[in-house]
């Protein structure tokens, strides 16, 4: 990472079932499109465009516009390492939750944020099985005294962070991970896994500004078409699974606060960014390459 470059942690990460599987890519295709139609109807008081239909791929759809048929593909912005990251983790929690959890019942009604190498690191693979009864001791010892807990965050709100955290805020950062305890005052299950456990964990990964940059651009290089006139690249939407990860929504408002500049193209002339969340979309600036 360059000098100066922001960096972005993202915290309480957690995938979330929002749809069922889709059975195909053209079936999540269709979908990304018909949610940015609605929104951009629910917004403006009509469709962007009528007559939608299959494309020969490229397109994925061909659609018309003033009379004249347009070009429509399809894509979603997705950091592959951070979600990486999140399978792996996922992965990882649920070998936990496999193990008697009689001595974790202390962190119930809480959330449980991990991170790996100071979060630097993506958590370690499938087939490395070492962390897991290190994380679980862990877990297990650590002090969650919730009064206490609730007098520091509120301390920490009126006059910020101090030099050093107390034991008592519940922090651990070992050399290989590292994990924080915030009691949570209305829990609810939010997934089966957090079901099991009786608390919700997530995982803080950091990603920088550039990866965001770079991989719009990658997108759109990937589908510069003559065929294609418009590229519609949603945000936080759901995976063939029907997964979304929440903290992606935020790609959106990133890209606004810190402008791309202009992505290069050869023949795509429209590039329209759809936040599936909020509904909101706004287009990119394209240059001609």
Same mark, same amino acid.
């Given at each position: ?74 894509? @979603? /912005? ?10 792996? +983790?996922?992965?990882? #929690? !649920?070998? *936990?939750? %496999? ?92 997934? @089966? /896994? ?10 803080? +990964?950091?990603?920088? #500004? !550039?990866? *965001?940059? %770079? ?75």
């Amino acid at each position: 990472m360059s000098e100066g470059e922001r960096l972005v942690l993202t915290f309480f990460d957690t995938p979330i079932q929002i749809a069922s599987p889709f059975p195909s890519k053209e079936a999540l295709e269709r979908a990304q499109l018909e949610k940015y139609r609605l929104d951009y109807l629910l917004r403006l008081g009509e469709v962007p465009f009528e007559d939608v239909r299959r494309g020969a791929e490229p397109p994925d759809f061909l659609v018309m516009r003033d009379g004249t048929p347009h070009g429509v593909d399809c894509a @979603a /912005l997705a950091l592959e390492k951070k979600r990486l990251a999140e399978a792996l +983790f996922t992965k990882l #929690i !649920q070998k *936990v939750a %496999a193990k008697d959890n009689t001595f974790l019942r202390h962190l119930a009604r809480t959330h449980v944020t991990v991170w790996f190498s100071h979060g630097t690191e993506l958590p370690p693979r499938v087939t490395d099985h070492s962390i897991v009864p290190e994380l679980i001791e862990a877990l297990e010892h650590v002090n969650v005294d919730r009064d206490r807990i609730g007098r520091i965050t509120a301390d920490i709100a009126r006059h910020g962070f101090p030099q050093t955290f107390p034991e008592e805020i519940a922090i651990v950062d070992k050399e290989s991970f590292g994990f924080q305890v915030a009691p949570l005052d209305s829990w609810q299950a939010r997934d @089966a /896994l957090s079901a099991q456990l009786g608390f919700d964990v997530s995982l803080s +990964f950091p990603f920088a #500004i !550039q990866d *965001v940059r %770079a991989e719009m651009q990658r997108l759109v290089s990937s589908h510069d078409n003559d065929r294609i006139n418009q590229l519609l690249v949603s945000i936080g939407g759901p995976n063939r699974d029907g997964v979304c990860f929440p903290a992606e929504h935020d790609l959106s408002s990133l890209l606004k606060e810190d402008p791309l500049g202009p992505v290069s193209a050869q023949h795509i002339s429209q590039v329209t960014a759809h936040t599936w969340s909020s509904g909101e979309f706004f287009d990119v600036p394209v240059g001609k390459s």
